[in-house]
């Protein structure tokens, strides 16, 4: 569904950097967003629902849909599409409802 649109010398000059999704280890794209990183390493899904557990992905990719909410970290509710990757991050799928901050 998605691909990247620049060239693969573009692609290559890049850096890589190593998150953890949900205790797996993805090699990831310097600069990239967490939701671009999750949909270049076929992860579709970053949620899920409170009510059905419907999965649920990155929709607008811009901040504005909030579908795309994650732990990292350990803080949840992170917007994954606004969130630039970076080395040793921890990313977890947020499952059901999400936390109010007290």
């Not at 999750?38 to 059905?52: E, M, N, P, W, Y």
């Amino acid at each position: 569904m998605f691909r990247r649109l620049d060239a693969p010398v573009v692609q290559a000059a890049r850096r890589t950097v190593r998150v953890t999704v949900d205790g797996v280890a993805l090699d990831c794209r310097e600069g990239d967003s967490v939701a671009a990183a999750l949909f270049a390493a076929g992860v579709q899904a970053c949620r899920d629902t409170a009510v059905s557990g419907a999965a649920r992905g990155p929709f607008c990719m811009m901040g504005v849909c909030y579908d795309c909410l994650v732990s990292i970290d350990g803080r949840p509710n992170q917007q994954a599409c606004m969130t630039p990757v970076r080395d040793g991050m921890t990313v977890l799928r947020q499952l059901g409802a999400r936390e109010v901050a007290a």
